[in-house]
């Protein structure tokens, strides 16, 4: 990125001290994230600094202005439940110089500043049940100090993002298209998602019949969206924030299954190491629920569902990309989406072959953690 713009972006924040130096930071697929280095006084900072990816949020003014809502109602529930570090445990803003939190380029492009959470790093693969418990009470609790927001409904950012027929027929609508010639390369793949076509309306139809509410949830619960304590090891506060909106808590819940519950990358090429580990399961769902002990009885007998869905959706979703030429998810290799596909499709049949027992485990589950909606 070009080193003018980014000193520009870096002065361009309250922040306060001299700048140092800007460099490219994490492993996210859709913005922009450089960590900004300050000399403050002799006292080394950091600062996150993000360009809003356009063209996936069409309207980033109402996507601050959601991302500032929710931070500020974070920061004011932690501080009624007087919990230690608050500003360790909620993502917060810097203000920009010119008004606002957002800072737009001469190209129109949208910036914003986060403070460094430091002492806390995102892990891409989870290696210990503990963590996986650990990332799912985080996400539960985040969706918990969300529940009483107060009005306006929060803004869809992108609108229809969970909505799997939706995302089916995008699959469909590429594969006939076929700008890129892929077709013939990945035959194998749409065969598996075709087979599967039944799943995408399940959930819709639950949640249009009235059986599962809508509630304010995060809908990127990817397990390297949460942030873990280096030294106590907790995890600490949750962050990309720029999807939270309206959804159902069983995406937020499917999600974490899908990125926490095989012990392999998301684009694992291996795919004989790509499974489901139903102790890993059973910490996520002790983990949701403690965290979130409020879904009722309807949204506790989707869980084992909702991690299926959501992994053959993004599976749909990387396939999609694949086919027209990878416009979307940020790619490291020729293939990358493809490989990301296969991974997520293995683990759909992971699921699908364990279903029973990891029913059993959300049963037992939901017995020892009540629904507490009730009276
Ligand atoms: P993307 O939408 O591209 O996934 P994220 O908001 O998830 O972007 O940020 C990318 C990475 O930057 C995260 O995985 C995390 O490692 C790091 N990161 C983001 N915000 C912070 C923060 N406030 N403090 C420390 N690290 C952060
Ligand atoms: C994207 O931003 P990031 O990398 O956390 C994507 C998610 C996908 C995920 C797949 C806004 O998440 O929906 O599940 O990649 N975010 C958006 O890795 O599309
Ligand atoms: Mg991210």
Redesign the pocket.
């Known amino acids: 990125m070009d080193p003018e713009r980014l000193r520009e972006v870096a002065a361009a924040f309250e922040i306060p001290g001299r700048w140092v130096s800007s460099s490219r930071f994490g492993s ?3 913005n922009d994230t450089i960590v900004a280095v300050f000399d403050d006084g002799g006292r080394t900072t950091r600062w996150v600094q993000q360009r809003i990816n356009r063209s ?1 949020f069409a309207d980033p003014v109402k996507l601050m202005e959601n991302v500032a809502r929710v931070t500020e109602h974070q920061r004011r529930a932690l501080l009624r439940e007087a919990v230690p570090d608050p500003e360790r445990r909620a993502l917060q803003l810097v203000p920009a110089r010119g008004g606002g939190f957002a800072f737009v380029d001469s190209d129109g492009e949208y910036w914003r500043t986060w403070r460094f959470v430091e002492g806390a790093s995102s892990r891409d693969v989870i290696r210990t049940r503990t963590d996986a418990r650990r990332a799912a009470e985080a996400f539960g609790r985040f969706q918990t100090r969300l529940a009483d927001l107060p009005g306006p409904r929060l803004h869809e950012t ?1 609108p229809r993002f969970h909505d799997a027929r939706v995302r089916f027929e995008s699959l469909v609508d590429a594969a006939r298209a076929d700008v890129r010639g892929r077709f013939d390369s990945c035959r194998a793949e749409l065969d598996l998602v075709f087979a599967r076509e039944a799943a995408v309306d399940r959930l819709l139809s639950l949640h249009d019949k009235g059986a599962v509410p809508e509630r304010i949830t995060h809908n ?1 619960t ?1 397990v390297n ?1 949460v942030l873990f304590d280096e030294v106590t090891g907790e995890a600490l506060c949750v962050i ?1 924030l ?2 939270v909106m309206p959804g159902l808590a069983l995406y937020d819940f499917g ?1 974490l299954v899908r990125t926490a519950a095989s012990p392999t990358a ?1 684009d694992e090429r291996d795919l004989s190491k790509v499974d489901l580990d139903p102790a890993t399961f059973a910490a996520l769902v002790e983990g949701y629920l403690a965290g979130a002990p409020f879904l009722t009885p309807a949204e506790r007998a989707e869980l084992t569902f909702s991690g299926l869905l959501m992994t053959l959706v ?1 599976g749909i979703r990387f396939l999609t990309d694949h086919l027209r030429g990878d416009v979307y ?1 940020r790619i490291h290799r020729p293939g990358h989406n493809l490989d990301r596909c296969r991974a997520q499709l293995r683990l759909v049949s992971s699921i699908e072959r364990q279903r029973e027992r990891l029913e059993a485990i959300v049963a037992a589950g939901a017995a020892l953690s009540p629904d507490r909606s009730g009276p």
Do not use: M, Q
Request: aromatic letters at 6%; zero cysteines; glycine letters at 6%.
């Open positions: 996210g697929h859709i996936v992108i990127d990817k969206n990309d720029d999807t999600d998301e993004v998810f």
